[in-house]
């Protein structure tokens, strides 16, 4: 018996077990962790309270100072089994940005969130894992928020109103199983439904036109897009769903609409087969074909830009002005970019301008200057989306039996009543969910209440005098 307690004392040391969660119930004791700061990575100074782990921010410079990093390099999260980590933290610091980084294997993963600043409480923050694996080594960077996913650098400032030596505490590090619920229609009659995911963009629930919408904004002038997705912690879209329906009025003069998710687990962006207006007056409703998306799991993303002129094959004279990157580029050459490079990058081939052509530093002349950013007058209301597996080319189009009979529908998208306009006199109408469940119907009628329906997609069927049967897709708004 000695010998084999002996062999196990032996190998208990090299075994690798699943860490977490950190707790730092016990002082001077950071369980592992440790700080850095500057961009040669310093060690920094943290202790342990008994209560919490505590970094203390000092002056200094870029390379000294910048960006307090917590770090755990035995973390060994089994993040297939824990794909949420859960940090409960304090800021008392004028950091605004805190990234998360995993290593799994050489892969780095980083996630993000903004942080409120000078914090009397803890407040939670949660990260969503978004690749599986074996976790090695965990870290959460303190950072500047800039409207980007990566940050910018937060050094600590001893000008008035001071920064240095502010206090940033963490009391947990939580990693945890978490599957958000299933939604694949979404509303916005009262929030933002889970959409909260923002990257130079604002999005909030807003009543437009009577009604309940997701105001999106882009906020910032940049050669990328704005985009709004569905927060993993709040909603999930089932990828089983093939298709997607979007109903938007669009008031900006953007011009680039598109709808993102994974394929292959990498972003990819789905194309509208609708055309994406400008300066809307009405609501529209877009379609997008997913039948290549991944099954499982989905957080679409809204993709807000304008779209490009330039073309990598065509030919170009001095003077011409093309969109590229949202920015604005006039040709000062007469040849085109060389690939890989684009218009606002090639300062060779082209050079910034406003949409008059004007260079710098006339007003307009910068990168991402061609997206319209005005609060007063860019936003996208989105009305309704809905994720099923109603081919997109047979949305208030198709019809079924006997198509040489045929029908209109109006409005579409419907409110309160939904008019039926046909060739024939009509007998009966009814309406059916996407489950096949009779809704509303009405007899001997050109049309049918609907105000009291969800909003959602529906089929009407509308049976006619001489017999035949005919049936549309609509949407109710």
Known sequence: MKT??????????????AQGPWEFNTASNTEGWTASQGSAGAAGILNATGTAIEYTTITGNTGASRNPTFTKTTANIDATANNQIEVRVKNGSAATYLRLTTTIGAVLNTYNAVITTADADYRIYTFTLTSTGTVSTISLEFKLSDGTTSGNNYVPSATVPSTVGTVISVDYIRPRNFVAPIQNTFNFDSTTEGFTALTRATAVQATES??????VNCNAASVNNGKVSLSPIVFRVEGTNRYAHI??????????????????????????????????????????DLTTWDSGSQFPELNFGVKNTWIATATYVIGDIVISGNTYCKNTSGANSISPAVPQTDTANWVLCDATGAVAPAVGAILGGALNINPLANSVYVDLMVFDNIVPSALGTAEFENTTNTISLYPNPAHVVLNISSTNSITKIEVYDMQGRNVASNNNASNVNVESLVKGVYIVKVMQENGSVVAKQFIKK
């Open 247 to 288: 109903t938007l009025k669009n008031t900006s003069t953007n011009t680039l609409f598109q709808l993102n998710g994974k394929v292959g687990s990498v972003s990819t962006a789905f194309n509208p087969i609708q055309t994406y207006t400008t300066s809307d007056a009405n609501y529209k409703t877009y379609d997008f």
């Open 210 to 215: 009577s009604r309940g919408t997701l105001m």
């Open 4 to 17: 084999k307690i002996t062999y196990l004392l032996l190998i208990l040391p090299l075994l690798t077990f």
